[in-house]
C-alpha cells in the first residue's frame, strides 16, 4: 500500500487516540495528504481539528470504500465503535486493527468472513518514524495484501511479520508496550542522577541522551548487546559496580523484566478471551 494508493482511494482512522495520532504523523510526515484522512472518534484532539483546516475529514457522514481502515479504539470500546465504519467489509477495503488482546476472529464475526484483516501491534516511536510494527493477517490476506500493509507500515518504522497469530501477545508485551518501559528507565534513571546529586535537568537530558543514543548504537553496530554492554565495562570500575546491581538474578532486570514482560503478555490473552 503506497502513500499514492492512500492519497488516491483514503485511509480512515476509526479511533484517533495516542496511538492513531502517533501513526497518522508518521504518514503525514512520509506524504499522506491530510485530505486523504477521515477520522472518526467522539473527541477529537486540537491537532486533529487543525487538520480540518488541510482537509481531513472529522465524523463525516459517509467514508466511501477507503484503501485502508485503522482500527485504533481501546480493545474494550470496539464492539461499540465497528458499527461506525457501516457497510465498508463489502467493498476493497483493508481493515488494519492495532487492538492490543482483540483476535482476527472477533473482527470476522463482526465485519463477515469476506473481510480483509491485517492484526498488526505498532509502538508509539511510530509519531518520529522509529516505530516497529508486528503484523499477521486472516486468510483474505493474501501475500499482495500483506506486502501493501508491510509498505503502509514500513512509512512509520520497521516492520516484522509474524507466522501465528498467537505470537502476538509477546510482541505487544514487549514492543507494544516497550516504549513505557524504555520511558521509565529515563525517569528513573535521571532521578537516581538527581540523588547523586545532578540538577533534575542536566540528570533528565543526561538520561534522555543516553537511552536514545545507547538505542542508536545498539541497532547500528555490528557487536551485539551483550558485547557493546562489555565495551563499557571497566574491570574494577564503575560500570562493573552497577551491573552487579542489574545483573543480579535474583532481584535485578532479568527476574524483574521477566515479570513484567509475562503481566503484559498475560493481560493481552485475557483481553482476548
Ligand atoms: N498507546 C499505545 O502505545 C498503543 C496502543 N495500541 C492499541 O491502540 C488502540 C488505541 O489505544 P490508544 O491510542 O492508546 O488509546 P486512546 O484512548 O488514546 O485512543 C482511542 C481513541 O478512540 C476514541 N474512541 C472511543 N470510543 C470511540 C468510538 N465509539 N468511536 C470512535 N472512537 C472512539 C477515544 O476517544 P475518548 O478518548 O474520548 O474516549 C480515543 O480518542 C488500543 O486498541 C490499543 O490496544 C497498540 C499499540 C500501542
Ligand atoms: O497498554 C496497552 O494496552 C496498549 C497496547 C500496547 C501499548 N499500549
Redesign the pocket.
Known amino acids: 500500500m503506497s502513500v499514492d494508493d492512500i492519497n488516491a482511494r483514503g485511509l480512515v482512522l476509526?479511533?484517533?487516540?495516542?496511538?492513531?495520532?502517533?501513526m497518522l504523523e508518521g504518514w503525514l510526515a512520509k506524504g499522506v495528504r491530510p485530505d486523504a484522512v477521515s477520522v472518526?472518534?467522539?473527541?477529537?484532539?486540537r491537532r486533529l481539528e487543525e487538520l480540518t483546516t488541510q482537509g481531513l475529514r472529522l465524523n463525516p457522514d459517509s467514508v466511501g470504500d477507503p484503501a485502508v481502515c485503522v482500527?485504533?479504539?481501546?480493545?474494550q470500546?470496539?464492539e461499540?465503535?465497528l458499527p461506525?465504519i457501516g457497510d465498508m467489509a463489502a467493498g476493497g477495503t483493508m481493515f488494519l486493527?492495532?487492538?492490543?488482546?482483540?483476535p482476527i476472529s472477533f473482527f470476522e464475526r463482526m465485519l463477515g468472513t469476506k473481510a480483509v484483516i491485517v492484526r498488526a501491534?505498532?509502538?508509539?516511536p511510530a509519531a518520529v518514524g522509529r516505530g516497529i510494527t508486528a503484523l499477521v493477517g486472516n486468510a483474505n490476506a493474501d501475500a499482495t495484501v500483506l506486502d501493501l500493509a508491510d509498505e503502509l507500515l514500513r512509512a512509520i518504522g520497521q516492520t516484522v511479520r509474524l507466522e501465528d497469530e498467537t505470537q502476538m501477545d509477546a510482541v505487544?508485551a514487549v514492543s507494544?508496550?516497550g516504549?513505557?518501559y524504555v520511558f521509565h528507565l529515563i525517569e528513573t534513571l535521571a532521578a537516581a542522577g538527581e540523588a547523586e546529586g545532578l540538577p533534575p535537568e542536566m540528570a533528565m537530558a543526561l538520561a534522555k541522551a543516553t537511552v536514545g543514543g545507547a538505542g542508536e548504537l545498539a541497532e547500528q553496530a555490528t557487536e551485539s548487546p551483550d558485547e557493546l554492554r562489555i565495551n563499557v565495562t571497566s574491570k574494577g570500575g564503575t560500570t562493573a559496580a552497577a551491573l552487579q546491581v542489574l545483573m543480579n538474578e535474583a532481584d535485578g532486570f532479568p527476574p524483574l523484566l521477566r515479570r513484567a514482560v509475562k503481566a503484559a503478555a498475560d493481560r493481552s490473552r485475557e483481553?482476548g478471551a
Open positions: 476509526l479511533g484517533c487516540g495516542k496511538m492513531g495520532s502517533a472518526i472518534d467522539p473527541y477529537p484532539s482500527l485504533a479504539v481501546k480493545p470500546m470496539m461499540d465503535a461506525q486493527s492495532i487492538a492490543a488482546g482483540t501491534m505498532p509502538n508509539t505487544t507494544g508496550s516504549p513505557a483481553l
